[in-house]
């Protein structure tokens, strides 16, 4: 079974919950836990991560359990491209999840499978576990050059084409002209995240990954029956935006994995997305949603 890598920090019912459904698969017990747990950034987050910290040194149930405690706080980019930097190199492959999440009962078996199908695959880079666009023309499984965050897993080979510079990921981008593309054909502001991390605005690991493969021409295959559900936008996380836009339905029956080929993004499931961020974040939801919540403040009292 491949290592699961955790990051937590200062969320302990969200970390007993992900915990709980990693138990409810089989695999667990076969399965190689390493924990994260980043330092409180401020007094506030304290005893949250303390609390954290005394119920992960209580978890039982896998082959083994290895808590990494940070003593400064590192922050999600910095622990996660240290965490999988390390890990990868040592077991050549890890499924990698943060405390706000919650997974099916056969995720980590659809994980494996995927892994150990896909090895071998240099055009296959990434595996994302999360679907929450409830597209129902999604096939269960399919190719898409796009890396979601929420319940993914990768490989040392895949993993050294990562770069941490985002200048240089957005110099070529704009360079080979693929910035709109990138965007899903101007549906969604990626390359403006992009840059922004530039700025230092976010500190997202993610848009450098999801850019990196990007650029690589490398894919990730992406499920359309969701093995993992977000819980993290309650407020108690430190991206917490976008509400009930990114809720998933968890699918709690086996998900097989069948090779498909040929190798190659599949274009009506990159419309799909284009759609649901279309749907979402045009200017008129955008729009909507900021007078609703206008009104809720003035009169939901």
Known sequence: MSPILLFVYNRPQHTRQLIESLLANSEASESDLFIYSDAPRDEKAREGVAE????IHTIRGFRSVTITERTENWGLARSIIDGVTCRVHEFG????????????PHFLRFMNDALEMYQDEPRVGHIQACDFTHDPTLPPTFFIKWTGSWGWATWERAWQLFNPDGSALLRQ??????????????AYRYTRMLRRQIEGKNNSWAIRWNASLFLADVLSLNVGRSLVQNNGFDGSGTNCGGGNLYASTLWTAPLPVERITPVCENEAARRCYSRYYRRNFGFWAKALRRIKRTLKGE???
């Open 52 to 55: 954290v910290r005394r119920y």
């Open 93 to 104: 492959r890890v499924i990698v999840l943060e405390d706000d999440l919650v997974v099916a």
């Open 299 to 301: 009169f939901g009292r």
């Open 173 to 186: 981008m704009e360079e080979r002209r693929l910035t709109y593309r990138f965007d899903f054909d101007g």
